[in-house]
């Protein structure tokens, strides 16, 4: 299947991310968010992003010129009416995505593939939003998407192979490495790695050691690149609550309970980096 352009849903950290990967990759990108304001937000990351590469001699001006021209702007789901891919990546909700989804499956033409980068959320419940369950598949990239190497590619029960081997395919192009995986909640990176990160919060809520204390044990004593509490407030804490809930409505075990403190503070708004507060303070 030839993929020539691509609908990003969702201009925030990741959807803007991939945007850029996309169109430094020679697609044809729209970005879509729900107003204005936040499209032209993601379009500024990729912009300063571009510009360091440019500083570092890794692009000319020219090419960053061309790169950026193949990124729109779109604030509606309509404009999925002549693309072939839709990468959906807004906010980790299962109603969000459904909804997304079903509108998107009204839209789009037959032949366009509906992928989610979401986190942790079941392929085959997103899909059943749809009548394509075939063309439904996650592609689930890390954070941040122009250096992470990793994508996830979780095949729901019904995708078709055809559909599997051309995300694979658009993963290369994107110098990427695909790693397959099977539809349960978190797949494997979040199943993994979230549980951690909600350890290393538990650890803090009990008072085991200082936020500072905490990472530097998982950095300095296991080589982690940024602590557990910095990596947290990087992924956004609202995210890593939802993927908890996730696992722990999946498979009901209580090793998976959401720490109350990761609770307190999303209800605080103190979402991370995002929006300069979460475990530590931004500007
Ligand atoms: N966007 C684009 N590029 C970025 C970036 C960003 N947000 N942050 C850093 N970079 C680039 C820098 O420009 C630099 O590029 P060059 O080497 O080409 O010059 C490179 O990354 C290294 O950056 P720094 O030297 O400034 O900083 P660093 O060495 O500390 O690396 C990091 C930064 C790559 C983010 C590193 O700290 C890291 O790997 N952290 C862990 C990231 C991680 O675990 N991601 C997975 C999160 S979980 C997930 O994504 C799944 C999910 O569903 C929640
Ligand atoms: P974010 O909060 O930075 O951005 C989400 C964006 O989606 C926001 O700009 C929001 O306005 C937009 N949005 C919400 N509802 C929308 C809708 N109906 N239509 C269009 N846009 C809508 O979040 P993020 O960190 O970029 O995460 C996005 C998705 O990627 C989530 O599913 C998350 O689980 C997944 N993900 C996140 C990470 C991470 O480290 N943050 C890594 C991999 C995957």
């Not at 969702?10 to 304001?37: H, P």
């Not at 890794?58 to 090419?63: A, F, H, I, N, Y």
């Not at 290369?172 to 919060?201: C, Q, W, Y």
Request: proline content about 4%.
């Amino acid at each position: 299947m030839e993929v020539k352009k691509l609908m990003i849903i969702g201009a925030g950290q990741m959807g803007s991310g991939i945007a850029q990967v996309c169109a430094q990759a020679g697609y044809e990108v729209l970005l879509n968010d729900l107003k204005d304001e936040l499209v032209r937000r993601g379009l500024g990351v990729i912009e300063k992003n571009l510009s360091r590469q440019v500083q570092k001699e890794r692009l000319t001006d020219g090419e960053k010129a061309e790169i950026l021209q193949r990124i729109s702007k779109s604030t509606n789901l309509q404009d999925a009416q002549d693309v072939d891919l839709v990468i959906e990546a807004a906010v980790e909700n299962m109603d969000v995505k459904c909804k997304i989804f079903s509108h998107l499956d009204r839209i789009a033409p037959a032949h366009t593939i509906l992928a989610t980068n979401t986190s942790s959320l079941p392929i085959t419940e997103i899909a059943a939003a749809t009548n394509r369950p075939e063309k439904v598949i996650g592609m689930h990239f890390m954070n941040p998407v122009p250096v992470m190497k990793l994508v996830e590619i979780i095949r729901g029960l019904a995708t078709a192979d055809e559909v599997y081997q051309t995300i694979e395919e658009i993963t290369h192009t994107l110098s990427k490495v695909p790693v397959e995986v099977n539809d349960f909640p978190g797949f494997v990176a979040n199943r993994v790695l979230m549980p951690m990160i909600n350890e290393a919060i538990y650890t803090l809520y009990e008072g085991v050691a200082t936020k500072e204390a905490i990472d530097e044990v998982m950095k300095l004593g296991m080589n982690h690149p940024m602590g557990p509490l910095t990596l947290a407030d990087f992924i956004g804490l609202d995210t890593c609550l939802y993927i908890m809930e996730t696992l722990h409505d999946g498979f009901g075990d209580d090793k998976y309970r959401p720490c109350p403190l990761l609770r307190k503070y999303v209800k605080a708004g103190w979402l991370g980096k995002k929006t300069g507060r979460g475990f530590y303070t931004y500007d």
